[in-house]
T-cell receptor
Framework: DTGVSQDPRHKITKRGQNVTFRCDPI?????LYWYRQTLGQGPEFLTY????????KSRLLSDRFSAERPKGSFSTLEIQRTEQGDSAMYLC???????????????FGPGTRLTVT | GQSLEQPSEVTAVEGAIVQINCTYQ??????LSWYQQHDGGAPTFLSY????GLEETGRFSSFLSRSDSYGYLLLQELQMKDSASYFC????????????FGTGTKLQVIP
């Protein structure tokens, strides 16, 4: 297993453009999380999936953000009409969880660094 | 809601022992995780305390006291490579789990 991968690693876009990021979790992991991290801060929860079901979405996430996990495998995070405040590192993590237990051990991908100009 | 507070920076000498504290306020609490993150890298899981007491994993130990809403990460025999940011994290309450990360502690190990 090669771990969690994310693509692209870096993205520079102009304000107002749409961007999409991809995350490939560890293959046997059923839970997938998206986080946003800015410099000097801890990861901030955005949303998570249990298999293909999106079970929770942060209230901080505006309608411009959407995430999918078709077939419970890879996931995509789309940001529409990007704003400069969206500039951050977007991290994906996965874990293997039985039922609705707690995802205390998460494996993170390298992240996608988004810069909105 | 949830909040987890940590000291922003800690400096310690190579070979020494350092303790990184985490105090939390949560509406529900089911345990405390710790992650390490080197500059430019991804967070890496270190340990988890579901119950009160000390959990030891090699040079790293983690402690939890539910009655005090407090935990800490203890790093022994510090090495230069331990210089990194350390985050405590806690799952939410109920059946749907949002994990909240602490404010983070930047550890600098000096010779």
């Amino acid at each position: 297993d090669t771990g969690v991968s994310q693509d692209p690693r870096h993205k520079i876009t102009k304000r107002g453009q749409n961007v999409t990021f991809r995350c490939d979790p560890i293959s046997e992991h059923n839970r997938l999380y998206w986080y946003r991290q800015t410099l000097g801060q801890g990861p901030e929860f955005l949303t998570y999936f249990q298999n293909e079901a999106q079970l929770e979405k942060s209230r901080l996430l505006s309608d411009r953000f959407s995430a999918e996990r078709p077939k419970g495998s890879f996931s995509t995070l789309e940001i529409q009409r990007t704003e400069q405040g969206d500039s951050a590192m977007y991290l994906c993590a996965s874990s293997l969880i039985v039922g609705l237990a707690f995802g205390y051990e998460q494996y993170f991908g390298p992240g996608t660094r988004l810069t909105v100009t | 809601g949830q909040s987890l507070e940590q000291p922003s920076e800690v400096t310690a000498v190579e070979g020494a022992i350092v303790q990184i504290n985490c105090t939390y306020q949560t509406s529900g609490f089911y345990g405390l995780s710790w992650y390490q993150q080197h500059d430019g890298g991804a967070p890496t899981f270190l340990s988890y305390n579901a119950l009160d007491g000390l959990e030891e994993t090699g040079r790293f130990s983690s402690f939890l006291s539910r009655s005090d809403s407090y935990g800490y990460l203890l790093l022994q025999e510090l090495q230069m490579k331990d210089s990194a940011s350390y985050f405590c994290a806690a799952p939410g309450s109920g059946g749907y789990q949002k994990v909240t990360f602490g404010t983070g502690t930047k550890l600098q190990v000096i010779p």
